[in-house]
């Protein structure tokens, strides 16, 4: 399993506009994506398949959709990444996997 967690600078109408863009059917390889507020903006807390699902999700889907709702040109640096270590993951979400 691959976990990050990364603090976006962006406020709630930007994330839904990126949510529709990304669309309603699930991403490949994701496990759980949790957004909260957070200082400065929003916080994604994301659970993967993999590292290598997650990259591949990011270069097909959701940098494409990001790039829509900024109007073509999202911004040019990505937030850090925290990668997590992952010692367990369990939970009525998962288990529906």
Known sequence: MYAFV?????????????MAEIGPE?????LL????????????????ESEEACAAAFAERIHPAVDRAFGG???????????LEVLDASGALLART
Not at 33 to 48: A, F, P
Not at 73 to 83: G, I, W
């Open 6 to 18: 990364q603090d976006v600078p962006i406020d709630e109408p930007t994330y839904r506009r990126i």
């Open 26 to 30: 699930p991403v490949a390889g994701s």
């Open 33 to 48: 994506h949790l957004c909260v507020r957070h200082e400065g903006g929003l916080r994604y807390i994301d659970l993967w």
């Open 73 to 83: 040109a999202r911004p040019a640096t990505e937030p850090v990444v925290e990668r």
